[in-house]
């Protein structure tokens, strides 16, 4: 569940350097979120730093 409050501003999720994160996790991760604030806000607001580019 994702509280309100961390929908305020921006979002960063960090994954170590040694986790290759697929597609199809990051649409089942961001499922809840895109409910929320819709596809257009999470581009806008959710940043991803991992090794893959």
Do not use: P, W, Y
Not at 16 to 39: M, Q, W, Y
């Amino acid at each position: 569940m994702i509280d309100d409050h961390l929908l305020k501003g921006e979002l960063t999720i960090c994954f170590l350097e040694n986790i290759v994160i697929g597609n199809s996790f990051v649409k089942g991760f961001l499922a809840d979120l895109i409910d929320k604030i819709g596809s257009d806000g999470v581009q806008e607001r959710v940043h991803f730093v991992t090794s893959r580019k």
